[in-house]
T-cell receptor, first 108, second 120 residues
């Protein structure tokens, strides 16, 4: 089976940096994804890691350590529109298993 | 870009009726489509994996006779909720994985906008 853990809620200030952690236990690991989801909408793709290290894409970066079963999503220069749920998802073979999501609230 | 559409975007039905939800890949061929369900304030739960021209693979605990999946072409998969009951009310989201021939990497999975089902 798979077990994916991430914090339920986080709060940060506009303009700041926030790191959302995700730990996982799985067999047959085939990549880790981060998605952003606003309330009532479908998830949108943010990042993908399959090898150890940091992937940077604009204000968003994602890190993976396969040996530790650990990933984080780093959001820089936070904006109010970044208030959303952030979903960590692990791929095993073809299907994704999602964590419960972290609700991020950005405050002025 | 890769666009996935779902129809309808929302539906309200009476208990005991059946509801069909369509998922279409608009500008690429989807070798595999996935159906998820999401209850309020919860994460997405994979219901089934659908491959074009073959039977869907259902996750443990998902009734295949209640949630009928048909993937008749490389651009269309349908989910039919049969004899819907109030507990089936949820947000149903499909995603599509493009084949290599479509020009996308196998890493990419594109989500539809979701269908909100309310069963009275």
């Amino acid at each position: 089976g798979q077990n994916i853990d991430q914090p339920t809620e986080m709060t940060a200030t506009e303009g700041a940096i926030v790191q959302i952690n995700c730990t996982y236990q799985t067999s047959g690991f085939n990549g880790l994804f981060w998605y952003q989801q606003h309330a009532g909408e479908a998830p949108t793709f943010l990042s993908y890691n399959v090898l150890d290290g940091l992937e940077e894409k604009g204000r968003f970066s994602s890190f993976l350590s396969r040996s530790k079963g650990y990933s984080y999503l780093l959001l820089k220069e936070l904006q109010m529109k970044d208030s959303a749920s952030y979903l960590c998802a692990v791929r095993r073979r073809r299907a994704l298993t999602f964590g419960s999501g972290t609700r991020l609230q950005v405050q002025p | 870009g890769a666009v996935v559409s779902q129809h309808p975007s929302w539906v309200i039905c009476k208990s005991g009726t059946s509801v069909k939800i369509e998922c279409r890949s608009l500008d690429f061929q989807a070798t595999t489509m996935f159906w998820y369900r999401q209850f309020p304030k919860q994460s997405l739960m994979l219901m089934a994996t659908s491959n074009e021209g073959s039977k869907a693979t259902y996750e443990q605990g998902v009734e295949k006779d209640k949630f009928l999946i048909n993937h008749a072409s490389l651009t269309l998969s349908t989910l039919t909720v049969t004899s819907a009951h109030p507990e089936d009310s949820s947000f149903y989201i499909c995603s599509a994985r493009a084949g290599e021939a479509s020009g996308f990497t196998s890493n990419e999975q594109f989500f539809g906008p979701g269908t909100r089902l309310t069963v009275l």
